[in-house]
Nanobody, 125 residues
Framework: QVDVVESGGGLVQSGGSLRLSCTSS????????VAWFRQAPGKEREFLAA????????HYAEFLGDRFAISRNNANNAVYLQMTTLKPEDTAVYYC??????????????????WGQGTQVIVSS
């Protein structure tokens, strides 16, 4: 079992920015593909972004445009989601997920084995 912990959520005004972090105490985390998803009240969990173990391949949900950026620092065992130009519709619980097949990227949440508990992001208008 690999622990995955999200942090960095909070309340932000529309147009603002936040950086979410996803960390693990397991060194194997650096060999995993890691993705960010979110789930708004009453909606299904949706894919946002993912990157491979070495960060060489990244993929974003098309609806994001260039507002969000995913990155990782394997020296710190961390993956980040930098969110800019936030909108009220970005309000959701944001989840980090990890897949041991660190060379592949999936949008399908069922491909991810390890999940965090989520961090709440609220964007006020």
């Amino acid at each position: 079992q690999v622990d995955v912990v999200e942090s960095g959520g909070g309340l932000v005004q529309s147009g603002g920015s936040l950086r979410l972090s996803c960390t693990s105490s397991e060194s194997t985390f650096t060999t995993y593909t890691v993705a960010w998803f979110r789930q708004a009240p009453g909606k299904e969990r949706e894919f946002l972004a993912a990157l491979t173990s070495n960060g060489g391949m990244k993929h974003y949900a098309e609806f994001l445009g260039d507002r969000f950026a995913i990155s990782r620092n394997n020296a710190n065992n961390a993956v980040y989601l930098q969110m800019t130009t936030l909108k009220p519709e970005d309000t959701a619980v944001y989840y980090c997920a990890a897949d041991p097949m660190g060379w592949k990227i999936h949008e399908d949440l069922n491909q991810y084995i390890y999940w965090g508990q989520g961090t709440q992001v609220i964007v006020s208008s």
